[in-house]
């Protein structure tokens, strides 16, 4: 089957938009992360869904960034008023439960 | 707080010089210990999941293994395509699901 898919793969904003990152999980996995990568840089934990709910999010740096699994399968990283030190890639995993986690290609954002 | 620390960051070797990455890594409770894979503008490749002190995986040319504190990823006689970033990660008894990963080893593998 498929493999986790993100959605965009670029994303290019202006300090100050909001932005949607997009993640489609392998089907069937009923776990799904969020992380963030900077340039040179092991990937950083950001928010875990089991199903539809926020597991843990005590990696989300602050209020501005939110995230949304309405249905148990697809999720939505929400960022809001943008800042240059958001530039990162944004990356989804997704596992069955407590398993080993399997990441999708990232979204790269650029915000200038 | 779990700490993850990879060393050396980068390594250059050539074709067919077998070496050793090495992880370090300070939990209170390892639940697993994992390796992956790094692409340039890629996501991370799922390699092993190690969860004890002595255990081995062996895939193709690479072998990981695991002491108490630390964790070695073996490349014997690799090959340019081996080329790539390596990740280690732990998931710790406290700290629910999620990894905490250290910075990689970059490894650089010529002809």
């Known amino acids: 089957g498929a493999g986790v898919s993100q959605t965009p793969s670029n994303k290019v904003t202006e300090k100050g938009k909001y932005v949607e990152l997009r993640c489609d999980p392998i089907?069937?996995?009923?776990?799904l992360y969020w992380y963030r990568q900077s340039l040179g840089q092991g990937p950083e934990f950001l928010i875990y869904f089991q199903g539809t709910g926020a597991a843990d999010d005590s990696g989300l740096p602050n209020d501005r960034f939110f995230a949304v699994r309405p249905e148990g399968s697809v999720s939505t990283l929400k960022i809001q008023r943008t800042e240059r030190g958001d530039s990162a890639v944004y990356l989804c995993?997704?596992?069955?439960?407590?398993?080993?986690?399997?990441f999708g290609p990232g979204t790269r954002l650029t915000v200038l | 707080e779990d700490q993850v620390t990879q060393s050396p960051e980068a390594l250059r070797l050539q074709e067919g010089e077998s070496s050793s990455l090495n992880c370090s890594y300070t939990?209170?409770?390892?639940?697993?210990l994992f390796w992956y894979r790094q692409d340039p503008g890629k996501g991370p490749e799922f390699l092993f999941t190690l969860y004890s002190a002595g255990e081995e995986k062996e895939k193709e040319r690479l072998k990981a293994t695991l002491t108490k504190k630390e964790s070695f990823l073996h490349i014997t006689a690799p090959k340019p395509e081996d080329s790539a970033t390596y990740l280690c990660a732990v998931r710790d008894n406290n700290a629910g699901n999620m990894l905490t990963f250290g910075g990689g080893t970059r490894l650089m593998v010529k002809p």
């Open positions: 995993a997704s596992s069955p439960r407590g398993a080993e986690q399997f």
């Open positions: 089907s069937g996995h009923t776990a």
């Open positions: 939990v209170s409770g390892l639940r697993g």
